[in-house]
């Protein structure tokens, strides 16, 4: 325990350096200027890297799986499908695209729907739901993700482009009005998750034990996805997809910080993705100058971390 | 006192439990026998609310073990698996004290702490209690398991199969352990078994399943013998006596 608080004290410094050094590295023009843009930056980016990997490591609790993420349940899709459809039948001129909060909550109810058809519709068809869960989402994420590209296809090109920019992950645009209540719902999913983080624990010792010592399994389960989708839908209408983040903030803090309790490794994933943003987004605009996006340097990060894990499982389980 | 009433699952459209009727002796120690397929484990899964039954009931205490609360319900029985895997790290300290999940809501108090160290006492394990269990063999593993249902400190322990991956040693000690939980300490001990003669030197009464229906249910001796085998395993089994204990001989018994 005191190894893994000295761990965490070293992550929450290098947070720190980060952010002061993206708030005032290389300041021009005026400092009143630049420096709150930053900061509204610096806190999409925590509020960000805070819910991806929250999310991600507690549903990687309850699927008992390390490869896993909420994206691969097709939610992310479903955010594009939103904005797509939008585009498609409203315009970029429309009411749900100028009014934010609109927006913002239009995709949110539609992802968190989404994920509530998957779960109530499988819970009561089946009793081993996770796999054949994740299955479907895999395939229904295919399915949208091709019905989206059909409907972009017919789309006027410079509708398009304004679309574009919604569905990359992007923290030079970002919402800042949705900020207020991307914290608000944060902070409701912590009250909650102070209260079950000990449960998760108990979880992670697989379904039959946590069933022998008292554990509402099925119940906690199905609470835990709506709270995933919840984050993830939070993250992702705030600044766009970032599908590998998770993936490698939870693996990472798992290494790093060798235990079961799940307050600690969320406190550790939440960190390692605040660096990860805070420090990648630094090199985008001072390093590359903006000649390319975050998503682009984690997705290739986070491929080449996926590659590594892949072939890793497959050595320890062959 | 746990009553099973005419419980029944089904998997697919094959019964696994057909109408098994049993009721649980306070005090002693009950197998569960018989062949691979019997429904010893779906029988004891739906005891202890792992799995639902599809019709009939499990009553605890007259209280019908769906309407338990779940962290009390934790306090008064505890089931132990075979398969027992287990992605994160921990400790065998840790792990033992996952058995006091339903008292302390995961902050140990020293009263918790001394019953982690009493189970571990009990399997032997105080010397490797800062081990991770992935260093553990198989049998030290088990032992692990055990304990943090000793911990968890419950009226009734059931157990499936415990003895698997165990070598003669073990196994033995294991037994042995159980039969103090029940004489010493009063708990109640149902146990699934594959080694009929574990079954017959240390445990009171034996449940006999077979094809999913309840073919045998009595005191020990009134089912270790040779034609009560029978009709349970179809096979000729003789029976000799060793210090008083009943050892079935079917190694080279016919089987038909």
Known sequence: MQKNSTKLIFLILLVIICVLLYGFYDIKGGFDYAFPRRMIRVAAMIITGIAISYSTVVFQTITHNRILTPSVMGLDSMYEVVQTFIYFFAGSMSVWIINKYLNFGAAVLAMVLFALFLYRFLFRADKHPIYLLLLIGMILGTLLGSFVTFLQVMIDPVEYLGLQTLLFASFTNVKAELLYIAIGILLLSFIYGYRIMKKLDVMSLGRENAINLGINYDRMVMNILILSSILIATSTALVGPITFLGLIVANLSYQYLVTYKHSVLILGASLISIVALVGGQFLVEHIFELRTTISVIINFVGGIYFIYLLIKESRASG | ?256
């Open chain 2, 1 to 256: 006192m746990i009553e099973i009433k005419g419980l029944t699952k089904q998997f697919g459209k094959k019964p696994v439990v057909e109408d098994v009727s049993v009721t649980i002796e306070p005090g002693t120690i009950t197998s569960f026998i018989g062949p691979n397929g019997a429904g010893k484990s779906t029988l004891l899964s739906m005891v202890s609310r792992l799995l639902e039954a599809d019709t009939g009931e499990v009553l605890l205490d007259q209280n019908n073990v769906k309407k338990w609360k779940s962290t009390e319900f934790a306090k008064r029985v505890s089931i132990l698996r075979q398969a027992n895997y287990i992605n994160v790290r921990l400790t065998v300290r840790e792990l033992v004290s996952f058995g006091r999940y339903p008292y302390s809501k995961g902050r140990l108090n020293s009263e918790d702490n001394k019953f982690v160290d009493q189970a571990m006492e009990y399997m032997n394990l105080t010397d490797m209690q800062d081990m991770y269990l992935d260093e553990l063999s198989g049998g030290q593993k088990q032992r692990a398991f055990i304990a943090m249902v000793i911990a968890q400190d419950t009226d009734y322990i059931l157990l499936d199969e415990p003895l698997n991956n165990l070598d003669m040693k073990h196994s033995v000690q294991i037994m042995k352990i159980l039969r103090k939980l029940v004489d010493d300490l009063g708990r109640t001990v149902v146990i699934v078994l594959h080694d009929i003669n574990f079954a017959s030197v240390y445990s009171d009464r034996i449940v006999a399943l077979k094809n999913g229906k309840l073919v045998k249910n009595g005191a020990t001796n009134e089912i270790i013998n040779s034609d009560a085998l029978r009709d349970i395993y179809d096979m000729d089994i003789p029976i000799q006596e060793q210090n008083g204990c009943r050892i079935c001989v079917y190694f080279n018994s016919q089987t038909s």
